[in-house]
Nanobody
Framework: QVRLVESGGGSVQAGGSLRLSCAVIRYTSSTYCMGWFRQAPGKEREGVVGIDSDGSTSYADSVKGRFTISRDYAKHTLHLRMNSLTPDDTGMYYC??????????????????WGHGTQVTVVS
């Protein structure tokens, strides 16, 4: 079974940056399709960005131009660079992989494996 381990979260002032990482344990070709999601207290989990096996990406409108997803194939690691953070970006950030052929890249139900998350807090 694929295991995902997120890191890099923390507390940052508005306007600041963070870089999240997701280490893929027991890497398989099925983990080429991956995504980042977040969940704020009292809200549903929402898609931040998805990356497919061909490298194509889908960003949520709220993060376009501020967040960048990247992948280190050699280290089996997924990254999320987050710039110009605002308090609205606060939440638990999750890495996900192993995609169903159904659903859009930003739909949580598309993904079969999930990490435990890393907390991001943006203070104003």
């Amino acid at each position: 079974q694929v295991r995902l381990v997120e890191s890099g979260g923390g507390s940052v002032q508005a306007g600041g940056s963070l870089r999240l990482s997701c280490a893929v344990i027991r890497y398989t070709s099925s983990t080429y399709c991956m995504g980042w999601f977040r969940q704020a207290p009292g809200k549903e989990r929402e898609g931040v960005v998805g990356i497919d096996s061909d490298g194509s990406t889908s960003y949520a409108d709220s993060v376009k131009g501020r967040f960048t997803i990247s992948r280190d194939y050699a280290k089996h690691t997924l990254h999320l660079r987050m710039n110009s953070l605002t308090p609205d970006d606060t939440g638990m950030y999750y890495c996900a992989s192993r995609c169903s052929v159904l659903y859009s890249a930003l739909a949580p139900r598309k993904y079969l494996d999930w990490g435990h998350g890393t907390q991001v807090t943006v203070v104003s």
